[in-house]
């Protein structure tokens, strides 16, 4: 891979992590805001539970595409010690093939209820809740691309975590 795609993918990987980061710091000022209105100013934050909740929809789906790109979801390797070299890249390629069916099977319908639920508001913030529903879609489709990225390092084993 040239300088420029190494440069690519490092800024998309900084972008997710920063979003998500973004979004954790958010949480916490957002919950602790509700808190103070609720015990001190005796006026609770109409919308802030539904953006949280909203803030957190977003955070699990694009950690969802951090761990595939980290090589980091559960996984089951009774086979992977016991199998030649060929034998172990033929199971990633299976394992990468299966994640990727299913990130399009949820990714791909998942379309229609962004385009349907941008005619829909949220109740308390009044955002069309297409914005919420993408959520699956960005993850999933992130997810897709982090599958088809061209490995750096083999996968990661139980006795190779961190």
Same mark, same amino acid.
């Given at each position: 891979m040239t300088g420029r795609g190494h440069r690519a993918w490092r800024y998309l990987d900084m972008a997710v992590d920063g979003l998500c980061t973004v979004g954790c710091m958010a949480i916490v000022v957002i919950a602790f805001? %509700?808190?103070?209105?609720? +015990?001190?100013?005796?006026?609770?934050?109409?919308?802030?539970?539904?953006?949280?909740? +909203?803030?957190?929809?977003w955070i699990v789906f694009l950690g969802a595409s951090?761990?595939?790109?980290?090589?980091?979801?559960?996984?089951?390797?009774?086979?992977? %010690?016991?199998?030649s070299r060929l034998g172990e890249q033929l199971l990633n390629a299976v394992e990468r093939l299966a994640t990727i069916a299913f990130a399009l099977l949820v990714g791909v319908p998942g379309w229609s209820?962004?385009?349907? %639920?941008?005619?829909?508001?949220?109740p308390a913030l009044e955002i069309p809740? %297409?914005?919420? +529903?993408?959520?699956?879609?960005v993850g999933c489709a992130l997810i897709v691309l982090f599958e088809l990225r061209p490995a750096e390092t083999p996968a990661r084993r139980d006795s190779a975590a961190p």
């Open positions: 805001a %509700g808190v103070v209105c609720r +015990y001190v100013l005796n006026d609770s934050l109409t919308w802030g539970d539904e953006l949280t909740r +909203y803030i957190f929809i951090i761990a595939a790109r980290r090589r980091a979801h559960i996984a089951v390797d009774l086979f992977a %010690g016991r199998l209820f962004v385009v349907i %639920g941008m005619s829909n508001q949220s809740m %297409g914005l919420v +529903y993408a959520a699956p879609v």
